[in-house]
């Protein structure tokens, strides 16, 4: 082994990547500028194909050489998912200015986890608190920055397990959840990650009673959630309300819902994802009438914030508690948790990137209305498409589009939706994906990118036509 050495010069490839720093940086951003305007051009997508591990490198080429590689091995094979009909899933894109926050977040390097060193956790306040505001939510709301919606589900119902705690009089944080006994998490139409969140939490995936749904919806039947309620006997339970299901976008009745509290005791969580944002749009702002009412609330931002993967933010009234479980106190050179508790306090993560400064970019850039402007045309967009392919003969809606996902089929053979899905990622020219909607199986097309405009709709609308059975 060669003996430790101080005093020797850096590493070559680093003192000379460091000596040429401003050169390199202007080379990254003249290749990142030539994949964003070739964005339109590139397959949206394509049917990846599966490459295998090189060995690590033992000498490196420096950054000039690790670029080329990357450009030459794998830029290629990536999808356009920052573009405007990458539809799949329900994907943001990047506007300029989150996309410039990313790279300053990047440049900095801060580690946000307590305020010992920097002002840079108390940016992050300040975007929570402006994203509290574009949602409209009460001064009780205090926002924390996570990695994504089901960092936000996790967070938010660990607060509620807690909750859970306090009515029997445990605290879950210190004696875990076996001390709690069976739980209930009711709720209509939950995403997928809410079992992934109750596996973690130690609730259990089986936790999960599916309420009633309302005929022929994904919204849930807000009697027959009171009846399931009633028939807890009076246990604390959680509600998983859903503002924005991931399917037919619909909508639970979180006013009426948030009211069932004042018989049955339980803890609100909403998974609204990226539903909240139907709060911008003044014809569909009513879809999240009661959200503040909620105990706690998911809120993705790579989805429609348009800030580039990854981050989130889980808003709680119950600060005190979401502290409880999250507090790092046995580390006495962070700090007492105290009244006012630091991000490590607050979430899973220790150490993190400064997630906010995209956000906090994106909003300072555009405001309320550039972003309002995003929602109402991307909904727009969803409609029209919707009309595109009500009209297209070979489909049917499964759904009306109610804000930004058209959820459609082949009206005569659903069961070749996976053969649809293959060729239109086949042909480049969008992106979409499948899924099973009420056992039928369909595909999703969600509009939640900034770069999207009606050229574009009209010519996925040409896609389908041409590929019509
Ligand atoms: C309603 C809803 N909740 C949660 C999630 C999970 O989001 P993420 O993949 O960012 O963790 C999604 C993702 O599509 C979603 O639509």
């Not at 009211?259 to 909240?276: I, K």
């Not at 989805?303 to 006495?332: C, E, H, I, M």
């Not at 045309?377 to 809606?397: H, N, Q, S, V, W």
Request: charged share 20%.
């Amino acid at each position: 082994m060669p003996p430790l050495s101080y005093g020797d010069p850096m590493h070559p490839l680093l003192g000379d990547d460091l000596a040429r720093l401003p050169e390199l940086l202007d080379e990254t951003r003249a290749y990142a500028v030539r994949i964003l305007q070739g964005l339109d051009d590139r397959p949206v997508a394509q049917l990846p194909v599966r490459r295998e591990p090189t060995p690590l490198p033992a000498e490196g080429s420096g950054l000039k050489g690790a670029m080329e590689a990357f450009a030459e091995r794998w830029e290629a094979g990536f999808a356009a998912s920052a573009g405007p009909r990458y539809l799949g899933f329900v994907t943001g894109g990047s506007t300029p200015a989150a996309l410039a926050g990313d790279w300053l977040t990047g440049a900095l390097d801060q580690n946000p986890t307590s305020r010992v060193d920097s002002t840079a956790p108390d940016l992050e306040r300040e975007a929570a608190s402006w994203l509290r505001e574009l949602f409209g939510l009460p001064a009780e709301h205090q926002g924390t920055f996570v990695s994504g919606a089901t960092m936000s589900n996790l967070a938010g119902l660990a607060v509620g397990r807690e909750w859970l705690g306090e009515r029997h009089g445990i605290s879950v944080a210190e004696q875990g959840a076996a001390a709690l006994g069976p739980v209930s998490v009711l709720s209509g139409t939950p995403h997928s990650s809410v079992g992934k969140a109750l596996s973690l939490l130690g609730l259990g995936r089986s936790a999960i009673r599916r309420a009633d749904t309302l005929p022929g919806r994904e919204a849930v039947d807000v009697a027959r959630l009171a009846e399931a309620l009633e028939g807890l006997g009076g246990r604390p339970a959680i509600v998983v309300a859903n503002a924005g299901t991931v399917n037919t976008v619909d909508f639970d009745d979180l006013r009426a819902i948030a009211a069932l509290r004042e018989r049955h005791p339980f803890w609100l969580h909403v998974d609204a994802a990226f539903g909240a944002f139907a709060a911008l749009s003044p014809a569909h702002a009513h879809l999240v009438d009661g959200l503040g009412e909620a105990d706690s609330v998911c809120v993705d931002l790579h989805k429609w914030l348009n800030v580039p993967y990854s981050g989130a933010v889980q808003f709680t009234r119950r600060r005190d508690l979401q502290a409880r479980v999250f507090a790092n106190s046995a580390a006495a050179y962070l700090g007492p948790v105290g009244d006012d508790p630091d991000p490590v306090h607050l979430t899973p993560e220790n150490s993190r990137r400064l997630l906010a400064v995209p956000a906090w970019f994106t909003l300072a850039a555009y405001g309320r209305e550039g972003h309002a402007e995003i929602v109402r045309r991307d909904i727009a967009l969803a409609e029209l498409l919707g009309e595109r392919i009500a009209a297209l003969p070979g489909y049917r809606l499964l759904a009306p589009v109610r804000l930004n996902v058209v959820c459609f089929t082949l009206a005569e053979a659903p069961e070749r939706t996976g053969d649809l899905v293959t060729a239109i990622t086949e042909s480049g020219e969008a992106f979409l994906t499948p899924t099973v909607y009420d056992g039928v199986p369909a595909l999703r097309a969600a509009f939640s990118n900034w770069r999207t405009t009606e050229a574009d709709v009209e010519r996925v609308a040409k896609l389908l036509e041409r590929l019509a059975p």
